[in-house]
T-cell receptor
Framework: ELKVEQNPLFLSMQEGKNYTIYCNYS?????LYWYRQDPGKSLESLFV?????AVKQEGRLMASLDTKARLSTLHITAAVHDLSATYFC??????????????FGQGTILTVHP | GAVVSQHPSWVICKSGTSVKIECRSL??????MFWYRQFPKQSLMLMAT?????????EQGVEKDKFLINHASLTLSTLTVTSAHPEDSSFYIC???????????FGDGTRLSIL
């Protein structure tokens, strides 16, 4: 059974600081997604990582993928309050089906304070 | 871009009521849609895969008779929570892939509260 584990689950950080959220998955993944969820809202797609060594950046967020270690990271640079949200990683596995399946990590609740 | 619309966004009803949630792909056809459930401060759990014109595929532990899924057209899937009870209160989110093996597009979610 595929398991996706995020660490940390809760993160409180000061504005301007850097931090990394880790996402480990237990079996081979066809691709790895990062999503953001604001309270009471649905998911917003941030990144999709397709291959080993993939790195993507958008603003203060940078995601990377190491398929050998089965690890993805989401790095936050110089955090600002607007980044406060819950962040999920999700592993996509085609599994021989047409549209595959997403398995989500537990989520990391990020709070950025002054 | 591809959009998935979910309706209603919030519903409050009495215990024993059946509640229907709609998920529509607005500008593309979706032969497959996914239904997730999310409890407060928890992750999304896949409940079932909805397949147009055929039976839904339910994940282990999800009651088929409790959560009825109908995917009657290429743009609409419905989830009916039958005889809902307070423990069914949750945030239900649907999604649909725009193209095969492409990222899923998520609906805005439905907050279900059973009194």
């Amino acid at each position: 059974e595929l398991k996706v584990e995020q660490n940390p689950l809760f993160l409180s950080m000061q504005e301007g600081k850097n931090y990394t959220i880790y996402c480990n998955y237990s079996t081979t993944s066809d691709r790895l997604y990062w999503y953001r969820q604001d309270p009471g809202k649905s998911l917003e797609s941030l990144f999709v990582l397709l291959s080993n060594g993939a790195v993507k950046q958008e603003g203060r967020l940078m995601a990377s993928l190491d398929t050998k270690a089965r690890l993805s990271t989401l790095h936050i640079t110089a955090a600002v309050h607007d980044l406060s949200a819950t962040y999920f990683c999700a592993s996509f596995n085609a599994g021989g089906t047409s549209y595959g399946k997403l398995t989500f990590g537990q989520g990391t609740i990020l709070t950025v304070h002054p | 871009g591809a959009v998935v619309s979910q309706h209603p966004s919030w519903v409050i009803c009495k215990s024993g009521t059946s509640v229907k949630i709609e998920c529509r792909s607005l500008d593309f056809q979706a032969t497959t849609m996914f239904w997730y459930r999310q409890f407060p401060k928890q992750s999304l759990m896949l409940m079932a895969t909805s397949n147009e014109g055929s039976k839904a595929t339910y994940e282990q532990g999800v009651e088929k008779d409790k959560f009825l899924i109908n995917h009657a057209s290429l743009t609409l899937s419905t989830l009916t929570v039958t005889s809902a009870h307070p423990e069914d209160s949750s945030f239900y989110i649907c999604s649909a892939p725009y193209q095969q093996n492409q990222p899923q597009h998520f609906g805005d979610g439905t907050r279900l509260s059973i009194l």
